[in-house]
């Protein structure tokens, strides 16, 4: 994932930036139908360059985005957020008027407290408010590359702890444990479980260096302690997410978008109480970090 001069183009789809950093909207596809291989290969190009790929006015079925999905290979059931009766891969993230949005607020890399963390995250717009619900999004790569080489080197080699456990129960998220509300959790080991990835990783496609922490998940350096690691922590979540590596997608009803997560950090944004907003997610498999 580059800026925007150097991007490539494409033989099948129409891409225009969404930001100098990063993300893209693509033209000339409809998802509801089989890809053509020449079509699918320019949409994965365009998600390993721009890091989020977003579509408009995309009329789709539950099975239309888990058969995108599968393109890029096997679908996650969360062990701890509960699916769709019927199709347990989709997550139906629905935040009903009047309440505030409480999942996916805040810096994150989707399941990085995964062994292997999740490959990308697909989402589909249902209802959207008519202001406000944007996600933000930041590109790690540029991230990385933006630090000084002095940081970069003491990075190398560097291990990160990542955990569940703060963001799984924090207040909000333990009123969602069996409950019948929009968005129900279940009780899972995954919680109580430390895994741990490189602090940078290399992209497993491309091989661009990224930087891989974030606020949510990432928990203290291996072999430092939570108090060694907190600043350093602070520093770089606070890095990675600078607004100039930033682009914002703007929902719209029957919207559509990919990012890669592990190159990608996204944010929910909570600035809309009064209305409902409903997002579909299905999240790709990942595979271990190096
Ligand atoms: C998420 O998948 O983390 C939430 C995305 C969103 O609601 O915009």
Not at 197 to 203: A, D, E, G, R, S
């Amino acid at each position: 994932m580059r800026l925007l001069m150097e991007h490539p183009t494409f033989s099948t789809i129409v891409v225009n930036p969404l930001s100098r950093a990063l993300g893209a909207e693509i033209e000339g596809v409809d998802l509801s139908q089989p890809l053509e291989d020449a079509q699918f290969e320019d949409i994965q190009n365009a998600l390993f360059t721009f890091g989020v790929i977003g579509f408009r006015d995309q009329t789709l079925s539950h099975q239309n985005q888990i058969d995108f999905a599968l393109r890029f290979g096997t679908l996650e059931v969360h062990p701890i957020v509960k699916g769709m009766e019927g199709h347990p891969e989709i997550i139906r993230m629905h935040k009903p008027a009047g309440t505030p949005a409480s999942f996916g607020v805040g810096w994150h890399s989707d399941n990085s407290f995964f062994v292997q963390p999740s490959l990308g995250s697909i989402v589909y717009a249902e209802t959207v408010p008519p202001v406000g619900g944007d996600t933000l999004f930041a590109n790690q790569q540029l991230a990385y590359d933006m630090l000084s080489d002095g940081l970069r080197k003491t990075l190398e080699g560097l291990v990160a702890i990542h955990s569940a456990k703060e963001a799984y129960t924090s207040p909000t998220a333990l009123e969602k444990y069996d409950s019948d509300g929009p968005i129900s959790y279940k009780k899972s080991d995954i919680i109580e479980k430390f895994v741990e990835h490189p602090v940078v990783i290399k992209h497993p496609v491309t091989g661009k260096k990224a930087l891989y922490v974030n606020a949510m998940f990432t928990h203290h350096f291996k072999g430092w302690t939570m108090e060694e690691s907190k600043p350093l922590l602070e520093f770089l979540s606070t890095h990675a997410t600078r607004e100039d590596f930033q682009c914002r997608f703007k929902w719209q009803k029957n919207s559509l978008v990919m990012w890669d997560n592990r190159v990608v950090q996204h944010a929910a944004l909570n600035d809309y109480v009064d209305y409902d907003r409903t997002l579909y997610r299905v999240t790709v498999n990942g595979t271990t970090l190096n």
